[in-house]
């Protein structure tokens, strides 16, 4: 099989305009998405952007970019038109671009569960919580898994209900996904569901129509950017760590 890596770069942000191109200690935020990417086991990485700025910025750091349309509703949308286009490839990751401290190992724990189980069609990532404060987050998504670690449910309320109170089941969802190429046109063709709009959650269409989704476990947590606050937390955290590209 061969894997794709594709990073979804929308350019207009409600909350953090010009999102990928937002500096983190000398580089675009779509520059350290890109190149931890690529020290993963994928064949190839891309950028697929509705944006003419990010568009020269990938190409002005080497990597490999793709114009999409503006009108995608969502990442997936957006990847399913990069499928249509790029059709030499079995499996798509889906990695959030901006995410500027993904870990190469998260990748490649989805791109080894597609050569372990062939018949997969999409696989994602969960991490513990264990603050109490973050598992009441309605930010952060949870999920719940059967015992072959497929997805039960995901919510932003918490799940399962604490009637008998165990801080020691609970998951975060990690938002980067892994699908065969043909899963992903046939999920974007799917009309929107009444789960998923309720708790917008996109994901939740695949469950609602029947799907699996395989649900590994990572020791990662990383620090997603939506506003100025977690982008000064990430610049932190990379002069703290001495993290380099």
Known sequence: ?????????????????????KDICG???????????LKSNLDKVIVATDSQEVYDAVKEFGG???????????????????????????VIINIQGDEPLIEPEMINSLIDSFKQEEDLKMSTLKHKLIKKEDIENPNFVKVV????????????SIIPYPRNENLDIYYKHVGIYGYKRDFVLEYSNLESTPLENSESLEQLRVLENGYKIKVLETKFEVIGVDTQDELEKVRLHIKEKGITL
């Open 27 to 37: 580089y675009p935020m779509i520059e350290w998405v890109y190149k931890r990417a």
């Open 145 to 156: 898994t059967d015992k072959k670690d497929y997805a039960i449910y995901f919510s932003r």
């Open 1 to 21: 099989m061969k894997f794709l890596g594709v990073i979804p770069a929308r350019y207009e942000s409600t909350r953090l305009p010009k999102k990928p191109l």
């Open 64 to 90: 490999e970019v793709i114009l999409t349309s503006k009108n995608h509703i969502n990442g997936t949308s957006r990847i399913a038109e990069v499928c249509q286009k790029i059709t030499d490839y079995d």
